[in-house]
Nanobody
Framework: QVQLAESGGGSVQAGGSLTLSCAAS????????MGWFRQALGKAREGVAA????????IYAGSVKGRSTIAQDNTKKTVSLQLNNLEPEDTAMYYC?????????????????WGQGTQVTVSS
């Protein structure tokens, strides 16, 4: 089992930036992927970005590609998501996720560990 703790959400004006952070604890040695999903009120859950912890390879959703960066620290137990040029459409609860799956990608069903979520609100 892996426990995930997010931080860094908040309110920002459109065009601004935020960095979310997630610390993993527990059975982290076998993790293959960590990432972020989001869910806006009344909308479906969406995979935002993921990182393959063994190589640092990254995947991004089209909606954030080019204005976001996911990264991990040297311990591979903390991941961050920097969001730039934020838009009101980015307003959502953001969840840190972790997976032992060898090819988790941005499919929610491949992630067995979810954090409690951190709210990001972007005002126009």
């Amino acid at each position: 089992q892996v426990q995930l703790a997010e931080s860094g959400g908040g309110s920002v004006q459109a065009g601004g930036s935020l960095t979310l952070s997630c610390a993993a604890s527990g059975a982290t040695n076998r993790l293959n992927y960590m990432g972020w999903f989001r869910q806006a009120l009344g909308k479906a859950r969406e995979g935002v970005a993921a990182i393959y912890t063994r190589t640092g390879g990254t995947i991004y959703a089209g909606s954030v590609k080019g204005r976001s960066t996911i990264a991990q620290d040297n311990t591979k137990k903390t991941v961050s998501l920097q969001l730039n040029n934020l838009e009101p459409e980015d307003t959502a609860m953001y969840y840190c996720v972790a997976s032992y799956h060898s090819d988790a990608g941005l499919s929610a069903t491949n992630y067995g560990s979810w954090g409690q979520g951190t709210q990001v609100t972007v005002s126009s």
